[in-house]
């Protein structure tokens, strides 16, 4: 089976801009988030301005103020104002650059398709060039719907990073895979696990951000790890957008590693051999189960619950790299070792 150069060439050139565009967002989202400082700030000031209001007000059981500069406040709150107006430019320009990133990374992706005349799912390049264009598809549906920009440096930083090691350390040509891949269970098997899989990071990192905002609570921040968290949503936002995407990982992961028993009983005449990818694997959705259970058990702390959806982050990394590119087994088809 020949491949097609052209759309090889269009493949990786269409990835290496995606890589550029995602940059120049990461840019601009921390600049979004600098600027987020001083709206924060003036917000609480003008919580403050509004407390020190209402006690000039005569309100109950408070002592009066007499030194509130109504003037003032006015004047700071055209000065929010003006502030929020500029951020939120910072925050348009970031979102719309991640979607047309988001555009071409998916274009890299169907292209290697063409290139290679198969689903391109068929090594570790391809497999993480679509896990990280999904958690960037499910990051932006999430950001954008609710308004949390000040989470795309978190989002993006560790994307770059992938995307980076891809195409360097993991790249790998168009070219045919081995006689085992060429099934129909393929695209049936690996993009269910790489869904469930990419959701379930993207789930991982609202769990890391939600343990930094418990750990330095809005408005009690305290040193340079309290002055980043400050832009943050609040603890209660971040640990139910965890939630809910556990909530789709468990099922399309599970689903996946079924779909792959199915298919490794036709190939090899089991269904489970636990090779050391499969094995990894269950550990995984088990550690997602057990979060879900977790949250779902009384006595248990969201905190400890949030500890093991990032251990199933973990493993998801684990499994993605040191498996795939060191530990041979039978699913060793990352081109690498």
């Excluded at 967002?25 to 209402?54: N, P």
């Excluded at 408005?219 to 909530?247: C, M, N, W």
Aim: hydrophobic residues 55%; proline residues 3%; aromatic residues 14%.
């Amino acid at each position: 089976m020949l491949v097609d150069s052209t759309m090889a060439d269009l493949s990786d050139l269409t990835f290496r801009t995606a890589f550029v565009i995602y940059l120049v967002a990461l840019i601009m989202s921390c600049v979004y988030y600098g600027r987020m400082f001083g709206v924060i700030d003036m917000r609480r000031e003008r919580a403050r301005t509004a407390q020190k209001v209402a006690v000039g007000a005569g309100g109950p059981d408070v002592v009066v103020d007499s030194a509130v500069d109504f003037d003032k406040a006015e004047f700071d709150q055209a000065e929010f104002d003006r502030r929020v107006s500029g951020a939120r430019k910072w925050a348009n320009m970031t979102q719309a650059l991640v979607w047309f990133g988001i555009l071409l990374h998916l274009a890299s992706f169907v292209t290697r398709g063409f290139a290679a005349r198969r689903f391109p799912l068929g090594n570790l390049y391809e497999y993480i060039l679509f896990m990280s264009a999904v958690v960037m598809v499910a990051a932006a549906v999430v950001i954008q719907r609710r308004g949390w920009h000040t989470l795309w440096p978190w989002v993006l930083s560790p994307m770059i990073i992938a995307m980076f090691l891809n195409s360097t350390v993991f790249h790998m040509q168009a070219a045919p895979v081995v006689p085992a891949l060429q099934s129909y269970w393929l695209p049936v098997h690996v993009s269910s696990v790489s869904i469930g899989a990419s959701i379930g990071i993207v789930s991982g990192l609202f769990a890391l951000l939600y343990l930094l905002r418990m750990w330095q609570p809005r408005g009690e921040e305290r040193g340079f790890f309290g002055a980043i968290a400050k832009p943050l949503p609040s603890a209660k936002t971040l640990d139910q957008i965890t939630y809910k995407t556990a909530i789709i990982t468990l099922p399309l992961f599970g689903i996946g590693i079924v779909f792959g028993a199915i298919w490794a009983e036709v190939a090899w005449g089991r269904f489970w051999g636990w090779d050391a990818k499969e094995t990894v694997s269950m550990i995984t959705w088990i550690l997602y189960a057990a979060y879900l259970h977790a949250r779902a058990t009384a006595g248990w702390k969201n905190v400890r619950a949030a500890w093991i959806n990032v251990f199933a982050l973990a493993m998801t990394i684990f499994n993605m790299t040191y498996v795939n590119t060191v530990i041979a087994g039978l699913h060793s088809y990352a081109g690498l070792n």
